[in-house]
C-alpha cells in the first residue's frame, strides 16, 4: 500500500493562507509579474506562515504538481470529465462554457469567469478547502479508475471552492497547467528566503536527494535526518 503522503499535514492550515482566497490571490500576483526578485520575495511571504508538513504541500501545488516529482501516481483526469462536473455545478449552458474555454485559452481560466454566473446555491457550506483536504483528495482521484466515482470527487473538490480563482486554481493544478511563471530553481529561492537559508545550500540538497521537497525540508528545518520523512517517495 502507498502511504499518504498527507498524513504529516495540518488539517487547520487552510488551502488558501490566511484566507480562503489567499493562496490563489499569491498565485496570481506571480504570474502577474516577469521580475524573478518580486516572485521570490511574493511567495517567500506566502511560505513562510507554513508550518512543515504544510509547506511541503504548499510548495508542491504552487509548482502545479499533485504529487511529488518522484511519485509515479497519476489522477488520469482530463478535460473532457472535469468540463462534465463544471457544467453540472455551474449550470451553464455547454455552448457558453465551451467558447468561453476557447477565449481564455484554458478551462481554469474559463471556471474563474464563470463561476461568479452561478446560482447562489452554489456557495460552499462546509469550511473551506485546505492543503491536507486538497492532497486527499488527489489521492482518492488516483486510486480509482472508475469515472463515475472521479466525478463524484471532483464535484466535492469544486463544490468545495469559494471563490472563482480558488477554483480555477484547483483546475490549474489538475492539468498541471499554472502558468505562473514559476519553476523548480525559482521554488527554491523562495524558500530559501521565506527561512533565510543560502540558496547554494539547498542546490546541493536537490542534486544530492533529486526532490524539491527534501529541499524544502533542508531550507525550512535544517540537518540531515530532516530528509527521512519519506513524503516524496512512492
Not at 511567495?43 to 511541503?56: C, H, M, P, Q, T
Not at 478551462?107 to 457550506?125: C, Q, R
Not at 463524484?152 to 489538475?174: G, M, W
Not at 535544517?222 to 520523512?229: A, E, V
Request: net charge neutral; aromatic share 10%; with cysteine.
Amino acid at each position: 500500500m502507498i502511504p499518504s503522503s498527507c498524513s504529516n499535514a495540518s488539517n487547520s492550515a487552510v488551502f488558501a493562507l490566511q484566507s480562503p482566497n489567499r493562496r490563489s490571490q499569491v498565485s496570481d500576483a506571480a504570474a502577474g509579474t516577469t521580475k524573478k526578485l518580486q516572485k521570490y520575495a511574493i511567495l517567500a511571504e506566502y511560505f513562510r506562515g507554513f508550518s512543515d508538513a504544510d509547506l511541503r504541500l504548499a510548495v508542491r501545488f504552487a509548482a502545479g504538481r499533485t504529487f511529488a516529482a518522484t511519485d509515479e501516481r497519476v489522477l488520469a483526469v482530463g478535460g473532457a470529465i472535469v468540463s462534465d462536473v463544471i457544467l453540472r455545478l455551474l449550470r451553464v449552458d455547454p455552448q457558453v462554457y465551451h467558447d468561453t474555454v476557447v477565449s481564455s485559452g484554458e478551462i481554469g481560466e474559463a471556471i474563474s469567469k464563470l463561476w461568479s454566473t452561478s446560482p447562489d446555491s452554489l456557495a460552499p457550506s462546509r469550511p473551506p478547502l485546505t492543503l491536507h483536504d486538497l492532497c486527499e483528495c488527489f489521492e482518492d482521484l488516483s486510486s480509482t479508475g472508475n469515472v463515475r466515482r472521479k466525478s463524484e470527487i471532483l464535484a466535492e473538490l469544486f463544490s468545495r471552492c469559494a471563490f472563482p480563482r480558488e477554483a480555477a486554481y484547483v483546475a490549474k493544478i489538475i492539468f498541471g497547467d499554472m502558468r505562473t511563471g514559476v519553476q523548480e530553481g525559482l521554488l527554491q529561492a523562495a524558500v530559501a528566503q521565506a527561512f533565510a537559508k543560502p540558496l547554494a545550500a539547498g542546490e546541493y540538497a536537490f542534486i544530492l536527494y533529486n526532490s524539491q521537497v527534501k529541499v524544502v525540508g533542508y531550507f525550512a528545518g535544517g540537518g540531515d535526518s530532516y530528509f527521512d520523512f519519506g513524503v516524496d517517495s512512492p
